[in-house]
Every structure is written in structure tokens, then in C-alpha cells.
């Protein structure tokens, strides 16, 4: 059974850093794609990041481009996001997922697991 476990959230003032990081268990980690999505309240689940299996291959939503960075260590089993310059319309829950395809996708269908979330808090 696939579980992935999201962590690094917490409140932060604008301008601040934060680094989220996602660990996967039960299954080989190097056969998935990885995404992060967030969902503010009231909000439709949107697409931050991707990365492909192999870690050559990223995409990123155009709110974040430039401000936030997707990596992966295959060896920790573990993706991350960084995420830099933040802004209070980056608070949001943030949750990671894993993409059985060979390329990274910013469709949330394309993705067959999902972690719980971890909240990110940005203060004015």
C-alpha cells in the first residue's frame, strides 16, 4: 500500500522560505512521477509543481514559476518543494501526489496517490 507523508508546513512572514518535503513508502519510488498541488479555502486543488521520475524533467504552475523549486532524492525516497519570496496568496494546504507515467503531469487525474497535506501560513 502507497502512503506519502507531507511535512515542512507552518506559518511564515511574507518574503520568508519554507522547504516541504514528501517521503513515499510501498512502493519503489523511482517508478513515479511526483507533484505538489495546493488548495486555499474556498478554492478548487491547483497544480504547483512536477517533476518526472528521473528528476531532468520539471514544470511548474505559472503563480510559482521563478519563486519555488521541485527536487527529488530517489535515494531518500523523498521529493521537495522549496518554496522562496513567499506571498500571502501562497497560503494554502499543500499536498504532494505520485504519477505512475513516465513524464510528470500538472493534471491532478494523472495522479493515482495523495498525501494528507501540510499547511503553509503566510502572514502580511
Known amino acids: 500500500q502507497v502512503q506519502l507523508v507531507e511535512s515542512g508546513g507552518g506559518l511564515v512572514q511574507a518574503g520568508g522560505s519554507l522547504r516541504l518535503s514528501c517521503t513515499l513508502s510501498?512502493?519503489?519510488?523511482?517508478?513515479?512521477?511526483m507533484g505538489w498541488f495546493r488548495q486555499a479555502p474556498g478554492k478548487e486543488r491547483e497544480f504547483v509543481a512536477s517533476?518526472?521520475?528521473?528528476?531532468?524533467?520539471?514544470s511548474y504552475g505559472d503563480s510559482v514559476k521563478g519563486r519555488f523549486t521541485i527536487s527529488r532524492d530517489n535515494a531518500k525516497n523523498t521529493v521537495y518543494l522549496q518554496l522562496n519570496s513567499l506571498k500571502p496568496e501562497d497560503t494554502a494546504v499543500y499536498y504532494c501526489a505520485a504519477d505512475p507515467g513516465v513524464w510528470s503531469s500538472r493534471a491532478k487525474k494523472a495522479y493515482d496517490y495523495w498525501g494528507q497535506g501540510t499547511e503553509v501560513t503566510v502572514s502580511s
Open positions: 510501498g512502493r519503489t519510488f523511482s517508478d513515479y512521477a
Open positions: 517533476i518526472n521520475w528521473s528528476g531532468v524533467r520539471t
